[in-house]
């Protein structure tokens, strides 16, 4: 690897080289790679003996400009391309000459990689506010990226037990900053008023203009105190989940944190009304849906068994319609999946799927843009479980308002189809084959248009236990112009894993992946070994080691990591120890750093008592680093209960939190309490009390906030 460092190193050095001197003239650019629209400043000098004679620039796009002696220009190019800047003299004798290459407005991602995630809280409340505090550092070629570094952005996505998704969030952007080294992010997140049971959320990292750089693995958040999840429904309204009014520690200004179903149900159809509140940008979102077939039992937005398993079709003939905020499915190239503000609908009519949307994708913000959608596509289910896939997708931001995200940037539109197709070959293997092509073009400024093409190719093989995976990937640069939230861009990848069953009780799991990013030239490799052993009488241990590489242009950076994890559950009771040891090692820089992360948690329930303990912990080392430690106690009880269910119940949490770093350090401590006057077994109005958030930072502040709470499971 360093071998490759080195040869990546002197091929740029050579592109980057000052030109040849001729006759005593010089010529030297600012920069030899650039975005259209960004200027490039030149310094030229005229030989001695001709010192009084004018010289002419040619910049190589038909543009010149006469110079006299040592002169300084500048120049910005409204095309891509490569161009030959020539410096002649009197006769149109060549004095000295460069060249400077010019990219549109392409997904130049930089490799990365996050190396940990914890929150600073769990088990929590529902309803309350944490915080994911994420280690990451990036591998940034600094002759390409150094004009034109990326503002980043961060994607929380909250999955239930088995991994499905429940919801993602909008994006949190980051401020530019220094990309050198280990960075840590503090990621505000608000825990859903409606959720309860065992969750876990993953973190992207992604470019605001496409391309994902990063994925964590998920992590447990045990949430307590919400509503059923799953309740059972046999009458004709039903309302079920919670909502929160009136300010939040930890928030300024009023919140409106609602996670209520309210349902009416028929025999073959039901609408739904649901609330949704983002846990990054804190925005609520009303959901109408309509569903025809069978009567089903209506869910809350969170709850575990609505997430998605991310397949096309619906599991039985008829329609499904939602009007507000949802996660839209779309083909692998694509990421999988993006966010709808809007119209959403899907029918199926014998073996055909048809999928339509359109809205907003991205909201404003100070750092994002608007960005809409639209979607369109065609599903046709094969034999043996195989099915043909066709999409079409387009984009465009809002040239109002557009946030760049790079230097130079400029609103794009965008229109890509792509297809999939997979089929089972013999009994334990089955292909997905899958492409995509993209048309971009600039909304302003000069008319640069950019077209790109991806295509991945993966098999899996099933066999009881024993399951693995090849996969193949390839995206051109512009793919992110047209590309969802998970859409990879730039790269080639090609990737390796494969689980078998050693025992009844012990499993073993590996895996290889490897990303090329070609206009970045940089690469990043991943290789991971996983054993699991359980027992039914010990607690089940989970050990993993993995080590990433990433290599580019003056960068070799590798991170070697132990993971265990420890989990033992009865019928009353549940215990869980998950920690890290991750080490960065920078072989050509000096911002190597060791990451300890630790989460403990435990959870008892006595009859109608409820008792949670919840211990998290990030130390990271390093010129840059911090510290950050969280314990949370949750105890709720009834009392004063009456017949039919009737009664008061109450729920006690306390946390505290402190991060420490070189120049800060902020400490919050909070009781939070809930009293619940239960009317049934199904209904319960109650006030929310959170007393005495301090923080301890320049400049302090201390407060406290009462929210009013509805929690209700009603049936009518």
Known sequence: MRISAA???????????????????????????????????????????????????????????????????????????????????????????????????????????????????????????????????????????????????????????????????????????????????????????????????????????????????????????????????????????????????????????????????????????????????????????????????????????????????????????????????????????????????????????????????????????ESYAGIFEVGRSLGSGGMLRMTAFSSTDRVAGYVPGTPGSQPQASQTFAFEYTQKLIRDISVLAGGAVDASRAETGPPVTENDAADTLRMNYANGPTTGSIEYDNAGAGMALGGAPGALTDRSSFAAQMQAQLSSATTLAFGWNRNDARSALSRSTDAFATMSVSSVTLPAVTLTLRRDEQLATGVSMSDDQLALGITKSAEKWSFSFNGTLSALHDLIGTSSSMTRTGSLQYMRQAGSHTLSIGLNATDVGGAAGAAQTGGTVAYGFPFATAPKGRGFELELEGDDSNTRSPVTWELDRTLSAILSYHLNAHAAVGLREDIGRHDCAIPSLSNSASVLRLRIDMQI
């Open 7 to 369: 040869m990546l190193l002197s091929l740029t050095l050579f592109f980057d080289a000052p030109p040849a001197l001729a006759q005593g003239g010089t010529l030297a650019a600012s920069t030899t790679v650039a975005y259209t629209g960004q200027p490039i400043t030149f310094v030229v000098t005229l030989p001695s003996a001709i010192a009084t004679v004018t010289g002419v620039l040619a910049f190589g796009d038909g543009a010149t400009a006469a110079v006299s002696g040592p002169a300084t220009l500048t120049h910005a190019y409204a095309l891509p391309g490569i161009y030959s800047v020539t410096l002649t003299g009197f006769g149109g004798t060549q004095l000295a000459q460069t060249t400077v290459r010019i990219q549109g407005r392409t997904a130049l991602v930089p490799t990365g990689a996050i190396y940990s995630v914890t929150p600073t809280l769990s088990p929590v409340l529902a309803g309350s506010n944490v915080a994911l505090v994420v280690t990451y550092a990036l591998a940034v070629p600094d002759a390409v990226f150094a004009p034109n570094a990326p503002r980043l952005e961060f994607l929380v996505d909250l999955l239930d037990s088995n991994g499905r998704l429940l919801r993602r969030s909008d994006p949190y952007a980051l401020a530019p900053a220094p990309v050198a080294g280990t960075q840590i992010a503090r990621i505000p997140y608000s825990v859903p008023v409606d959720a309860a049971g065992a969750y876990s959320v993953r973190v992207y990292l992604r470019a605001p203009s496409g391309g994902t750089i990063a994925l964590a693995q998920p992590i447990p958040l045990v949430v307590v105190g919400g509503p059923d999840p799953a309740p059972q429904t046999k009458n004709v309204l039903h309302a079920n989940g919670a909502l929160e009014i009136g300010p939040q520690t930890g928030s300024s200004g009023g919140t409106f944190n609602a996670g209520m179903t309210t349902a009416l149900l028929w025999p073959s159809a039901s609408l739904a009304l649901s609330g949704l509140y983002d846990p990054v940008s804190r925005r609520s979102d009303p959901v109408l849906t309509y569903r025809s077939g069978a009567v089903q039992n209506p869910q809350s937005p969170d709850a575990p068994s609505a997430g998605s398993n991310g397949t096309f079709a619906l599991d039985s003939a008829g329609f499904w319609g939602t009007l507000g905020r949802t996660q839209s499915s779309l083909p692998a190239e694509m990421g999988g999946g993006d966010q709808i503000r809007g119209v959403d609908a899907t029918a199926q009519d014998g073996p055909f799927t048809y999928h339509a949307a359109y809205g907003a994708t991205q909201l404003a913000s100070a750092l994002t843009g």
